[in-house]
């Protein structure tokens, strides 16, 4: 069955970091392009950074440098490496293929805080 799950969300103060992780199922990983995509409280699902399966990636240019995705062949994962995060990043973060198919998944919830 075609499917991604995100994890690694949490509370994190200004400045922190987070790593986010999107397993794949082995069809996924293999042959599609995986996205991350998030989406703060009362505003659009946004496109954060996407790779593909040769590893070339790309992240939105307001992200940059902050923000890098990665792949772990040996998992099927997709990781959103997050650092130095403001306020700004709280938002529930999905991936995806690109452009996005599957049914939305439930996400994980990226909280910034102090």
């Known amino acids: 069955q075609e499917r991604l ?8 103060q200004p400045g922190g970091s987070l790593r986010l992780s999107c397993a794949a199922s082995d069809d996924i990983f293999r042959h599609k ?8 409280p009362g505003r659009e699902r946004e496109w ?20 890098r995705i990665s792949r772990d062949e040996a998992k099927n994962t997709v990781h959103l ?18 452009p996005p198919f599957l049914p939305w998944g439930q996400g994980t919830q990226v909280t910034v805080s102090s």
Do not use: H, K
Not at 33 to 40: E, F, N, V
């Open 5 to 12: 799950v995100e994890s690694g969300g949490d509370l994190v």
């Open 33 to 40: 392009t995986i996205s991350w995509y998030r989406q703060a």
């Open 48 to 67: 954060v950074a996407l790779i593909g399966t040769s590893g070339l990636t790309n992240v939105a240019s307001a992200l940059r440098p902050r923000f």
């Open 81 to 98: 490496q997050m650092n130095n995060l403001p306020v700004e990043d709280t938002a529930a973060y999905y991936c995806n293929t690109e």
